[in-house]
C-alpha cells in the first residue's frame, strides 16, 4: 500500500510564506508526476503546480504568479511547495498528488489526505 503524507499548513499573515511537504511511503518503485492541489470551501479542487520526476518540467497555475515554487527529493520521495506573498485568495485545503509505479509495472493515482493552509489579513 502506499501512503502520501502532507505537513507544513497553517495560519498565516498575509504576505507570509508557508513550505509545504509531502512524503510517499510504502509500496514504491518509482514515482513520476507530482503535484500539489487545492480546494477552497464551495469551489473544486484545482491544479497548484506539479513537477515531472526528473524536475525538468514544472507547471503552474496562472494565479500562482512566481510566488510558488514547487520541488521534489526523489531520495526521500517528497515534494515541497514553497509558497510566498500569500494573501487571503490562498486560504484552502491543499492536497498533494503522485503517480506512483509499483513493482509490477503499474501506475496508480494517489492523494494525501490534505493540509489546511489559512491566510489571515
Known amino acids: 500500500q502506499v501512503q502520501l503524507v502532507e505537513s507544513g499548513g497553517g495560519l498565516v499573515q498575509t504576505g507570509g510564506s508557508l513550505r509545504l511537504s509531502c512524503a510517499a511511503s510504502?509500496?514504491?518503485?518509482?514515482?513520476?508526476?507530482m503535484g500539489w492541489y487545492r480546494q477552497a470551501p464551495g469551489k473544486q479542487r484545482e491544479l497548484v503546480a506539479r513537477?515531472?520526476?526528473?524536475?525538468?518540467?514544472?507547471t503552474y497555475a496562472s494565479f500562482v504568479k512566481g510566488r510558488f515554487t514547487i520541488s521534489r527529493d526523489n531520495a526521500k520521495n517528497t515534494v515541497y511547495l514553497q509558497m510566498n506573498s500569500l494573501n487571503s485568495e490562498d486560504t484552502a485545503v491543499y492536497y498533494c498528488k503522485a503517480d506512483i509505479r509499483n513493482r509490477m509495472g503499474n501506475v496508480y493515482e494517489y492523494w494525501g489526505q490534505g493540509t489546511q493552509v489559512t491566510v489571515s489579513s
Open positions: 510504502g509500496s514504491i518503485f518509482s514515482i513520476n508526476t
Open positions: 513537477i515531472n520526476s526528473g524536475s525538468t518540467t514544472r
